[in-house]
């Protein structure tokens, strides 16, 4: 039994994984890394896909941005109207279900076409 995949325990002190900036720190949005952040302070191996690669930040780095007036006022245009935190990642997932919706009809849609096609010869 291969037990190098079970119970993986990741911990980058002093670091931010990506994915954790957007979903556990306000106002983050992809947008804002790519202005703010833009290059990684440091890149590791998915220990949960070995085919993507980890992309983190320094803390100290994340927490002087989000400090400056920039970056507040950035957050105020970019998440202008919307009232919480909660109701921005719920918006968020919402849209993230409609698009994985669509590209499953687009898939199915493809696929019927491909089948018929072959079936076709």
Known sequence: MDLSRTNVVWDFPGFIVFSQLLNTRTWWTEELVNEFLSTPDRFESNPHNASQIMRLYQLDRVRKIEKSLSFKKRCIEINSGIISME??????????????????????????????FLNTK
Not at 91 to 99: H, P, R, V
């Open 87 to 116: 109701e921005f990642r719920k918006k968020s997932l919402d849209l993230k279900k409609q698009e994985n919706s669509e590209n499953k009809k687009r898939r199915l849609q493809w696929k019927r076409i491909s089948n018929s």
